[in-house]
């Protein structure tokens, strides 16, 4: 069973940034697919940013690029999302996901596209 559990969620002011980290168990990191996505209040979940199984492709929504950072680290099974200049549409429930894709390069950006999920951590951005 994967297993994925985020933290680094709050409360900061706009134009803060805030570090979200993501421990999968040992099984899922090497060559799974791990990605963030995000729920506003009263909105679908979305897409945020993907990153592959070598950590070599990355893939970010449209809207967070150039804000936002995914990276891995092997040595702690940790994927982090670094978010600089947060505003309130920020405002979220972020959640990690993984998917077992074998060593390739593309990348999921729909919900379905991934198997395991975590329970989520909440992001507050106050204007």
């Known amino acids: 069973q994967v297993q994925l559990a985020e933290s680094g969620g709050g409360l900061v002011q706009a134009g803060g940034s805030l570090k979200l980290s993501c421990v999968l168990s040992?099984?899922?990191?090497?060559?799974?697919?791990k990605a963030w996505f995000r729920q506003p209040p009263g909105k679908e979940r979305e897409f945020v940013a993907a990153?592959?199984?070598?950590?070599?492709?990355?893939d970010y929504a449209d809207s967070v690029k150039g804000l936002f950072t995914i990276s891995r680290d092997d040595a702690s099974d940790t994927l982090y999302l670094q978010m600089n200049s947060l505003q309130p549409e920020d405002t979220a429930v972020y959640y990690c996901?993984?998917?077992?894709?074998?060593?390739?390069?593309?990348?999921?950006?729909?919900?379905?596209?991934?198997?395991?999920w975590g329970q989520g951590t909440q992001v507050t951005v106050s204007s």
């Open positions: 996901a993984a998917v077992a894709l074998g060593l390739g390069s593309w990348l999921p950006t729909r919900p379905s596209g991934y198997h395991y």
């Open positions: 040992r099984r899922a990191f090497s060559a799974y697919a």
């Open positions: 990153i592959n199984w070598s950590g070599d492709s990355t």
